[in-house]
């Protein structure tokens, strides 16, 4: 069935000029084209289509004000701003009900690669009833210890932009935000930025207060699901999940950008969790139950209560926001890396690796070499179909190393492991567990220079 579009814009040059850019696209997509907000909602009305692309600035209602509607009132449709104007204030004001930001003149490959994406994203939701569903989620929701951490240091007069940073990268919905807003077109970069860090050193101090304060962007998860959603060992996993995932990753490889991608593939590895806790409350806690009950891997009682895993919505996410392939990859399959066709080491592999390590870890099972016996969740058919069968002691190595650096001991059988290798027992304050962390020596380790650390060796070339 051909991808049905809405284009929205008050200058009739710029539609004409549309028409003519797409009439080569005319078997695979359907379009039609509404001069202004009135125009295209009663088009909406009466007829369905699956992306809406519209102008920003508009007289009477504008880009941002109509994507809100359509978000309220047809949340399946995939979002995108096309706009001519480079007024900061603009851009900030969509990425709210956007997903993503196009810069007029836009080339036509451009267009079609960001609409094509987003169409191939959809089918990540392999059973069509999580379609409607998932697609009306749309944010992966913070920590709000870190939240208030981060709005007491935005608040401070000398506000540090390295302390924001620090602040943003422990958190996986604040990290996956600034990745969004700093590789969408408006920024223009060459290549994407894949590191939370660097991704606030290039907005700012001033625009991240402004997504903080004036756009509330980012929204923090709610009291009611924290407990039995376990955010604390969330938050801890996933921490660990990205050190790690760098570590296994520099056995492999010197490229900074795919040790960045590993660390922030590894962060956020978990976001659909947030984003279906958030959404689908009920549901999703009698998932995590029967899980524990039945003794399932989490995965496969998700695709059982819900048609999809939290790998799939967070993958869907991320991807519609426009962060890179190889992030997106690793959260679509890391529950089942057998799944991607991909045959190399990918960052797939090292998120893997880590978090199959990392719950392992917690478990407080011994980890035998060269097997997955002692290290379960760990895909073997994976492994051996990459030929790295023999790089798992290596890995294992390296993850262990790092973890001792950053003084972690390893599991707890009698509650949830805190970075800094304390024992949080069950309903203590989360609070003191984050501000705690944030001098411990996972911090730390995050922070020091690659060439600083100790591991071991990397593979040979
Ligand atoms: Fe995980």
Same mark, same amino acid.
């Given at each position: 069935m051909p991808i049905r579009i809405l284009f929205v814009d008050d200058e009739t040059n710029v539609l004409d000029g549309l028409r003519r850019m797409l009439r080569s696209m005319r078997n695979e997509w359907e379009t039609a084209f509404a001069p202004g907000g009135a125009e295209a909602l009663a088009l909406l009305e009466t007829q369905a289509f699956d992306v809406i692309v519209s102008d920003m600035r508009m007289p009477r209602m504008d880009g941002a004000q109509l994507l809100n509607e359509v978000r309220e009132r047809w949340p399946h449709m995939v979002r995108i701003i096309l706009s001519g104007h480079s007024d900061y204030e603009m851009i900030l004001k969509s990425i709210g009900p956007s997903h993503q930001y196009l810069t007029k003149p836009c080339e036509p490959t451009l267009l079609r690669r960001t609409i094509d994406r987003a169409v191939a994203l959809?089918?990540?939701?392999?059973?069509?009833?999580?379609?409607?569903?998932?697609?009306? %989620?749309?944010?992966?929701?913070?920590?709000?210890?870190? !939240?208030?951490?981060?709005?007491?240091?935005?608040?401070?007069?000398?506000?540090?932009?390295?302390?924001? /940073?620090?602040?943003?990268?422990?958190?996986?919905?604040?990290?996956?935000?600034?990745?969004?807003?700093?590789?969408?077109?408006?920024?223009?970069?060459?290549?994407?930025?894949?590191?939370?860090?660097?991704?606030?050193?290039?907005?700012?101090?001033?625009?991240?207060?402004?997504?903080?304060?004036?756009?509330?962007?980012?929204?923090?998860?709610?009291?009611?699901?924290?407990?039995?959603?376990?955010?604390?060992?969330?938050?801890?996993?996933?921490?660990?999940?990205?050190? %790690?995932?760098?570590?296994?990753?520099?056995?492999?490889?010197?490229?900074?950008?795919?040790?960045?991608?590993?660390?922030?593939?590894?962060?956020?590895?978990?976001?659909?969790?947030?984003?279906? /806790?958030?959404?689908?409350?009920?549901? !999703?806690?009698?998932?995590?139950?029967?899980?524990?009950?039945?003794?399932?891997?989490?995965?496969?009682?998700?695709?059982? !209560?819900?048609?999809?895993?939290?790998?799939?919505?967070?993958?869907?996410?991320?991807?519609?926001?426009?962060?890179? &392939?190889?992030?997106?990859?690793?959260?679509?399959?890391?529950?089942?890396?057998?799944?991607?066709?991909?045959?190399?080491?990918?960052?797939?592999?090292?998120?893997?690796?880590?978090?199959?390590?990392?719950?392992?870890?917690?478990? /407080?099972?011994?980890?035998?070499? &060269?097997?997955?016996? /002692?290290?379960?969740?760990?895909?073997?058919? !994976?492994?051996?179909?990459?030929?790295?069968?023999?790089?798992?002691?290596v890995w294992r190595e390296s993850c262990e190393a790092i973890m001792e650096a950053a003084g972690e001991e390893g599991s707890s059988e009698s509650g949830t492991p805190s970075p800094g290798g304390r024992l949080e027992t069950a309903g203590a304050d989360d609070h003191a567990a984050a501000s705690a962390a944030r001098h411990d020596g996972l911090q730390r380790e995050l922070n020091r220079p690659l060439s600083d650390r100790t591991g071991p060796s990397r593979r040979a070339a």
């Open positions: 959809s089918r990540l939701l392999s059973d069509v009833r999580a379609r409607p569903i998932v697609s009306m %989620m749309d944010n992966i929701p913070s920590m709000p210890t870190l !939240y208030a951490d981060l709005v007491a240091e935005l608040q401070r007069s000398d506000s540090s932009l390295q302390r924001v /940073g620090e602040i943003i990268a422990q958190d996986v919905g604040m990290t996956a935000q600034v990745l969004r807003l700093v590789n969408s077109a408006y920024f223009g970069l060459r290549q994407p930025i894949n590191n939370p860090s660097a991704a606030v050193t290039y907005l700012g101090i001033s625009t991240v207060t402004a997504l903080v304060m004036t756009l509330h962007l980012f929204q923090q998860v709610p009291p009611t699901i924290r407990g039995w959603l376990e955010i604390d060992r969330n938050w801890a996993h996933g921490m660990r999940t990205a050190v %790690m995932a760098r570590a296994v990753a520099e056995c492999e490889t010197k490229d900074r950008r795919f040790l960045d991608d590993a660390f922030t593939a590894g962060l956020i590895h978990d976001a659909g969790r947030l984003t279906l /806790g958030t959404n689908l409350s009920e549901t !999703y806690r009698k998932c995590l139950e029967g899980a524990r009950r039945s003794g399932v891997p989490i995965a496969v009682a998700e695709r059982r !209560y819900l048609g999809v895993t939290h790998g799939e919505v967070g993958a869907y996410l991320i991807g519609l926001w426009g962060l890179p &392939n190889s992030i997106v990859e690793a959260l679509a399959h890391h529950p089942d890396p057998s799944a991607c066709v991909h045959p190399e080491f990918s960052t797939l592999t090292a998120v893997h690796v880590a978090c199959t390590f990392e719950n392992a870890r917690h478990a /407080g099972t011994s980890v035998e070499e &060269n097997g997955s016996q /002692g290290w379960p969740w760990l895909d073997m058919a !994976y492994i051996q179909r990459l030929g790295l069968t023999g790089r798992l002691p």
